[in-house]
């Protein structure tokens, strides 16, 4: 069964680095999402991404992170200047189309700790 | 942001009887439910689902109602089985958002004795 993929599983960086999450979304799928789950807290929705362009953007998605489609398979998430604050699980997710059925498939995900 | 809520944090449920989990919604544009597993240490896994158009959905063990006057919806497992111990997280989406992105409750933690 076609799954959603993440790397790495988890990441470990200093407060004021750059990081790059990265997901392998199903492959005829054409929307994709970043999630995250801070621990202790609901999932809550980072972006959503669709034709080559954000589509939709929550508070939390601020200067600081940004997303990329760079090769028609992988779909990024980068921080570029890592906070205390940003240490949780990421989950990315995908969506075949825009039907009414609104499933998004999600990855195992990438838990990120910031030192 | 109180949109989705699940009120109840946990569940115990003795194996082979039903399980209940619900779901409260506020925002009177969510069109389409989902309910979501998930392990520890994997991601959300999908369900069953529901359109705003239904008040039930099935998939066979699994059955999702939908009561939109009372913007609440729950998911009922019978049997449920130890397999099913797991966090269940409901979600929602407004087909009008666009990016049709979920919003999704705290969910609550189901567990199957044998």
């Known amino acids: 069964e076609p799954e959603v993929t993440q790397t790495p599983s988890h990441q470990v960086t200093q407060m004021g680095q750059e990081v790059i999450l990265r997901c392998v979304p199903i492959s005829n799928h054409l929307y994709f999402y970043w999630y995250r789950q801070i621990l202790g807290q609901k999932v809550e929705f980072l972006v959503s991404?669709?034709?080559?362009?954000?589509?939709?953007k929550s508070e939390i998605f601020d200067d600081q992170f940004s997303v990329e489609r760079p090769d028609g398979s992988n779909f990024t998430l980068k921080i570029r200047s890592t906070k205390l604050e940003d240490s949780a699980m990421y989950f990315c997710a995908s969506r075949r189309d825009r039907g009414a059925k609104n499933i998004q498939y999600f990855g195992a995900g990438t838990r990120l700790s910031v030192l | 942001d109180q949109q989705v809520k699940q009120n109840s944090p946990s569940l115990s449920v003795q194996e082979g009887r039903i399980s209940i989990l619900n779901c409260d919604y506020t925002?009177?544009?969510?069109?389409?439910f989902l309910w979501y597993k998930k392990y520890p240490a994997e991601g959300p896994t999908f369900l069953i689902s529901?359109?705003?158009?239904?008040d039930k959905n099935e998939d066979g063990r699994f059955t999702v109602f939908l009561n939109k006057s009372a913007k609440h919806l729950s998911l009922h497992i019978v049997p449920s089985q130890p397999g099913d111990s797991a966090v269940y997280f409901c979600?929602?989406?407004?087909?009008?958002?666009?990016?049709?992105?979920?919003?999704f409750g705290g969910g609550t933690r189901l567990m199957v004795k044998p």
């Open positions: 979600a929602a989406s407004a087909r009008n958002n666009a990016g049709n992105m979920l919003t």
């Open positions: 529901i359109s705003s158009i239904k």
């Open positions: 991404f669709y034709n080559n362009e954000i589509s939709e």
């Open positions: 925002n009177s544009m969510f069109d389409y």
